[in-house]
Each structure stands twice: as structure tokens, then as C-alpha cells.
């Protein structure tokens, strides 16, 4: 099938979509997303929002990549649409995203970029507290430097323990902890080798960017930032080779990084899961999920201090 065979496929979804609207409601705040591909229900955000008098504007993240900007989201009564650029995704055209009101939930259709259509269904992003002045429990080795026991691999396996290192020496699987948690602090150890590039999320949703990335510009989607979403305020990485820490504080949606011993990103709120999320069951706890597939990563030291109230 052509693009333009696809193009007019999705222009007409578009039109028997918007010929049954109702009234209008609010859109506007984070969503979070469930896409029916094929049977599994894939995580996915979306933030909605004004900007100037009447126009709606946002940001999407798919299943996997990072948050993206939404120039305009066009609506009509309740139903909604808008397109986003592909990223990571195939080559064809513009996946679009259309949508409307049911009761408390959105649901829709997402039309990605090989013309395939999926259904999606999102309810808001729930509100997590903040307890300012927490109970912390008892330091946690997450690692034993031996084996394995308390991970698990998400694929096939290309982990090993070396030396007291936790070691992905190739692209392979991602790996989690068998144990998930909620607020907590975690010390963790890593090095890389020149150009590669891996990620450790908490609660498995929220990316913190773990790359070569020395001398540049501080961003988003590179050492230190929440993928997609937070930049730090400097870059502190290493060179490639060295071992490096971070310190992360995570408490509800509000996260600390102290990286190599200056805090770069401080008590900064996490909108919502980045691109390669597990879930986006943003109330539940989570594991700490580290990437493999991407690049070659070590890690060791890697110590979770849990709230306990």
C-alpha cells in the first residue's frame, strides 16, 4: 500500500470520526494512555494545555522514544486530533492521534505510520503526594555482586557478573529487579564504554539518561536528564570508561539527581512515564529497570534506601 492510499485512508477515519460530535468538555491536564496493538496494551502519556486565548497545544510520548511536542490539537465539540512527526518510528507518514470524551475517561484511535489503526483508551494522570519529611527504612543491596538472584531478565539474557560488576556486554535485554518500590533513595555505580548509551528507570516509567555524553550541552535526553522531559543544569558526565554515581531521590512525582557529586536536577516534578516505560500505572510501585538495549553498560553498587511511611 502507497502513502497516498494511506494518506486518504486516514483522511477518511478523520472525517467519520468528527461526524458524531457531542459536547464539549475539558482535555486539558496529562492523560495516561493504553494503545490495543495486536492484542497488548501498550503505555503511552499525552499533556494537553492551552496556550494563548483559544488554541490547544501538548505533549505525546509513545511506547517508546521521547515526549514530543504538539503544535496544535484540533478539536471539534469533544473530539479531538492531532499529528505527530515520526521519530523512531517506520517510515510512512504522520502518525494521528484522534480522540474524544467518554464520561471521565478519552478514548480513540491511533493511526501509526504504516497505516495500521489501533485503539487507545486514557484516563488522568493521577496526583501523587509528596511527603516532606519521610521515614526512611533500612538500605537495600540491590546487587549482590555474585549472580543474578533478584533480577530478571526481559529477553534473552545477555547479563553477567563479573568481578563484583553487574555487566551488559552488548545490546541484548533489558533487566529489572524482581522487588519494586515506591519513594525511595538509590545509590548507583556505572561506566560505559565511548558512544554507548543505557538508562536506568524508576519504578521502571522514568528514564534517567545514562550516556557518553562529556563536554556537551546539558538536554533532556542526555546524562542525567529525565528522558524527554527534564534538563539538568549541567554537565557533570565523565569521560567514557570512568567509573561515575548517581544519587537519586525520588518521592512522589518529585525527583533529586546528584550526579558525581553536584545536584543537577533539583526537586524537579516528573510529568509523567518516558519512552520505554513498562507501564504507566503511575500509583503502583515500581522496579528499577535497567536498559541493555542499547549499548554496553557496568554497573555496581546499586543500593535503594525505601520510605516506609
Same mark, same amino acid.
Given at each position: 500500500m502507497n502513502t &497516498? !492510499?494511506? !494518506?486518504?485512508?486516514?483522511t477518511l477515519l478523520l472525517s467519520t470520526f468528527f461526524c458524531q460530535a457531542q459536547d464539549t468538555k475539558s482535555l486539558e491536564g496529562a492523560w495516561n494512555l493504553l494503545i490495543n496493538e495486536d492484542g497488548k496494551e501498550e503505555p503511552s502519556w499525552l499533556e494537553i494545555k492551552h496556550s494563548g486565548n483559544s488554541t490547544l497545544v501538548g505533549k505525546f510520548c509513545y511506547k517508546f522514544g521521547?515526549?514530543? +511536542? !504538539?503544535a496544535e490539537v484540533k478539536v471539534i465539540e469533544n473530539k479531538f486530533s492531532f499529528a505527530i512527526p515520526a521519530q523512531w518510528e +517506520?517510515? $510512512?507518514?504522520?502518525?494521528q492521534i484522534l480522540g474524544e470524551q467518554d464520561g471521565e475517561r478519552l478514548k480513540g484511535v491511533l493511526v501509526y505510520t504504516d497505516g495500521k489503526v489501533y485503539n487507545w483508551v486514557a484516563t488522568r494522570a493521577p496526583k501523587l503526594g509528596y511527603n516532606e519529611n +519521610? &521515614?526512611? $527504612?533500612?538500605?537495600?543491596k540491590l546487587f549482590n555482586g555474585k549472580d543474578l538472584k533478584g533480577w530478571t531478565a526481559l529477553g534473552e539474557n545477555q547479563w553477567v557478573v563479573e568481578n563484583g560488576i %553487574? &555487566?551488559?556486554p552488548k545490546s541484548g535485554a533489558n533487566i529489572r529487579t524482581d522487588a519494586t518500590f515506591k519513594d525511595f533513595k538509590l545509590h548507583v555505580e556505572f561506566r560505559y564504554p565511548k558512544g554507548s548509551n543505557s538508562g536506568i528507570y524508576l519504578r521502571g516509567r522514568y528514564e534517567v539518561q545514562v550516556a557518553d555524553n562529556a563536554g556537551l550541552e546539558p538536554s533532556s535526553i542526555l546524562f542525567g536528564g529525565i528522558y524527554g522531559? %527534564?534538563?539538568p543544569n549541567e554537565m557533570v558526565a565523565r569521560p567514557a570508561g570512568e567509573w561515575q554515581e548517581y544519587d537519586i531521590t525520588l518521592i512522589g512525582r518529585r525527583v533529586t539527581i546528584v550526579a558525581n557529586g553536584k545536584t543537577i536536577i533539583n526537586d524537579q516534578i516528573i510529568p509523567g512515564m518516558t519512552g520505554g516505560a513498562l507501564d504507566n500505572d503511575e500509583t503502583a510501585p515500581g522496579p528499577l529497570l535497567i536498559q541493555g538495549d542499547h549499548g554496553p553498560v557496568e554497573l555496581r553498587n546499586i543500593v535503594i534506601t525505601p520510605v516506609v511511611n
Open positions: &497516498k !492510499v494511506l !494518506v486518504a485512508m486516514a521521547s515526549a514530543r +511536542p !504538539v +517506520p517510515k $510512512g507518514f504522520d502518525m +519521610p &521515614k526512611w $527504612g533500612k538500605a537495600q %553487574l &555487566k551488559s522531559h %527534564l534538563t
